[in-house]
Structure formats: structure tokens, C-alpha cells
């Protein structure tokens, strides 16, 4: 069974600052892999999806990079803003299945 | 283009009632999808609808039914409502399936007491 496990937990980054979110998932057969985003009370924006055959993806200040062998995803975040506090999902879809695993989030903090 | 539709917002029931979740969409997309998100848990997939005229399980599926009321619409039904299904319930479709990206509803926050 897939497991996607995502680390920290939390973060809590000054503004301005560069930083990266960690991905790792245990079955290396995905069919792709997507980064969201989730504020408060709200439902899930999609900010990057990277299929199996890439090796990233970017969109502005986000970078996302996929290492399908070693089961790990980073999501780089440039020059952090207070309006980029929020969780961030990692989710993975296996070759040939609808289910999307998620991993449980980095709830990311930017203090002004 | 109002995206994913979720009504209602809030709902409380007692153990034993039953309600639906409505779920719509106007993006014209093929597949459609409920997940629950619990603290701890993340989100898991309850029920999917690949296409029009069809639904699968998910991860979780006890307690629930769906129904793919056509295109736009997939609903989400719980016969009889337990504490365990307290969660905050999500719709979100995508113009495949697995291939694309999936855009969310607002979500369903339920409370069973």
C-alpha cells in the first residue's frame, strides 16, 4: 500500500526567506505526483503537478522536483511571502488507479 | 464559472439521521471524486466516479453510497449518520482521471453527535 509521508510537520520561516518541503512515498511505480495548497477552513488549490517521466516542474516562485527512484519530492518555495502561510499537500497517483495518497502536510508559517 | 460546488457548508446530525452531500460542477470534466479529511488522518478517497454512469470505492466506503447524477452532478449519501463520520467532507473532479490535476470544492464540515 502507498504511503506518502511528508516532514516537517510544521514550519515557521522569517519573511523572505527560501525554503523546501519534503515528499517521500514508498512505491516508486506513480503515475504522477501533485503539490497543494490548503488555507484555513478552505479546500485544496493545485500550485504544481509533475508527471513520472519529469524531473520538475515550475510555476513562479515554486519549484517542484520529483526523484521517482528514491520515492521523494521537494516543493521550493523562493523569497517566502506572509500570504504563502498555509499546509501544503503532497498526493501521489498510482499507474493505472483514480486514488490520489495523500500525505498528511506541512503547515508552512511566514512571519513578516 | 463557479468551479466545484458543495452545499451545505455546515451540517449537525444526531446518530441515525441521514442526509446527502451535494456535490456539482460546470467545468464539463469526466471524473468526480468525495474525500474525508480527519486530523491525523489526511485525506482519504471514499468514493470515485471515473465517468458518467460509473462509481467505485475508494479507501473508505463504509457507511457511504454515491450517486452520478449526471455530468455536473455527484452526490454523496449517509444512510445512518455516526460519530465516526464526523469530518470535513470534500468534492473534487478532474477532466480524466488520474492523468490531470483534481480541483476541490469548499468542503462539508459535518458534526454527528
Known amino acids: 500500500k502507498q504511503e506518502v509521508t511528508q516532514i516537517p510537520a510544521a514550519l515557521s520561516v522569517p519573511e523572505g526567506e527560501n525554503l523546501v518541503l519534503n515528499c517521500s512515498f514508498t512505491?516508486?511505480?506513480?503515475?504522477?505526483l501533485q503539490w497543494f495548497r490548503q488555507d484555513p477552513g478552505k479546500g485544496l488549490t493545485s500550485l504544481l503537478l509533475?508527471?513520472?517521466?519529469?524531473r520538475e516542474q515550475t510555476s513562479g516562485r515554486l519549484n517542484a522536483s520529483l526523484d521517482k527512484s528514491s520515492g521523494r519530492s521537494t516543493l521550493y518555495i523562493a523569497a517566502s511571502q506572509p500570504g504563502d502561510s498555509a499546509t501544503y499537500l503532497c498526493?501521489?497517483?498510482?499507474?493505472?488507479?483514480?486514488?490520489?495518497?495523500f500525505g498528511k502536510g506541512t503547515k508552512l508559517s511566514v512571519i513578516p | 464559472n463557479a468551479g466545484v460546488t458543495q452545499t451545505p457548508k455546515f451540517q449537525v446530525l444526531k446518530t441515525g439521521q441521514s442526509m446527502t452531500l451535494q456535490c456539482a460542477q460546470d467545468?464539463?470534466?469526466?471524473?468526480m471524486y468525495w474525500y474525508r479529511q480527519d486530523p491525523g488522518m489526511g485525506l482519504r478517497l471514499i468514493y470515485y466516479?471515473?465517468?458518467?454512469?460509473?462509481?467505485d470505492k475508494g479507501e473508505v466506503p463504509n457507511g457511504y453510497n454515491v450517486s452520478r447524477l449526471n455530468k455536473r452532478e455527484f452526490s454523496l449519501r449517509l444512510e445512518s449518520a455516526a460519530p465516526s463520520q464526523t469530518s470535513v467532507y470534500f468534492c473534487?473532479?478532474?477532466?480524466?482521471?488520474?492523468?490531470?490535476?483534481?480541483?476541490f470544492g469548499p468542503g462539508t464540515r459535518l458534526t454527528v453527535l
Open positions: 512505491d516508486s511505480a506513480i503515475y504522477n
Open positions: 473534487a473532479s478532474s477532466p480524466l482521471a488520474y492523468t490531470d490535476t483534481q480541483y
Open positions: 509533475i508527471q513520472s517521466s519529469q
Open positions: 498526493a501521489v497517483s498510482g499507474a493505472g488507479s483514480y486514488q490520489l495518497t
Open positions: 467545468m464539463n470534466h469526466n471524473s
Open positions: 466516479s471515473a465517468s458518467e454512469g460509473t462509481t
